[in-house]
Antibody
Framework: QVQLVQSGAEVKKPGASVKVSCKAS????????MHWVRQAPGQRLEWMGW????????KYSQKFQGRVTVTTDTSASTAYMELSSLRSEDTAVYYC??????????WGKGTTVTVSS | QSALTQLASVSGSPGQSITISCTGT?????????VSWYQQHPGKAPKLMIYDVSNRPSGVSNRFSGSKSGNTASLTISGLQAEDEADYYC????????FGGGTRLTVL
């Protein structure tokens, strides 16, 4: 079945970077777009960016521009999201989600990233 | 781009119908039909309930329906059940993605 399996929880210090992975299975990885969405504790969903897995084109939210990088390894059917210059406000659950066109039909279970000194 | 506007909470009794609204602008919700709705139970990942304003993915109950009028999209849940208690988020695709602030549905 179609699924996205994300990497495990991370604890980082302020100023560090984190890289979260999202391994896809059950479908043709390069035929879809992968989004990254985060949710701080008790807060709303917040879109970070997407990557077209077929050609590597990316688009990022202005809020994260310059701090976030989304990549793929098509040979491993895996997407990655790297967020740099971490601060306490980046403590959140980070989700990857497959997109057909404008809507996200399959989601990973989420990766908790905690930023604390 | 600002978040789409949703009421913070709504409630209803089992068997009733409720509607959750999502207000944007003519540049997002009102400008196209790329509006989707997600259900999120506590501690779980979001689940797609409605896409392209009114389409239901396979496996989603037909008690869930979507519509749009002008700059406001709506999600209606009929025959409320206890398991419908969750947070609901609307979303609009405009090249980038806008989410609403979320509406917490309480089933009394």
């Amino acid at each position: 079945q179609v699924q996205l399996v994300q990497s495990g929880a991370e604890v980082k210090k302020p100023g560090a970077s984190v890289k979260v992975s999202c391994k896809a299975s059950g479908y043709t990885f390069t035929s879809y777009t992968m989004h990254w969405v985060r949710q701080a504790p008790g807060q709303r969903l917040e879109w970070m960016g997407w990557i077209i897995a077929g050609n590597g084109d990316t688009k990022y939210s202005q809020k994260f521009q310059g701090r976030v990088t989304v990549t793929t390894d098509t040979s491993a059917s895996t997407a990655y999201m790297e967020l740099s210059s971490l601060r306490s406000e980046d403590t959140a659950v980070y989700y990857c989600a497959r997109s057909s066109y404008g809507y996200m039909d399959v989601w990973g279970k989420g990766t908790t990233v905690t930023v604390s000194s | 781009q600002s978040a789409l506007t949703q009421l913070a909470s709504v409630s209803g009794s089992p068997g009733q119908s409720i509607t959750i609204s999502c207000t944007g602008t003519s540049s997002d919700v009102g400008g196209h039909n790329y509006v989707s709705w997600y259900q999120q139970h506590p501690g779980k990942a979001p689940k797609l309930m409605i896409y392209d304003v009114s389409n239901r993915p396979s496996g989603v109950s037909n008690r869930f329906s979507g519509s749009k009028s002008g700059n406001t999209a709506s999600l209606t849940i009929s025959g409320l059940q206890a398991e419908d208690e969750a947070d609901y988020y609307c979303s609009s695709y405009i090249g980038s993605i806008l989410f609403g602030g979320g509406t917490r549905l309480t089933v009394l």
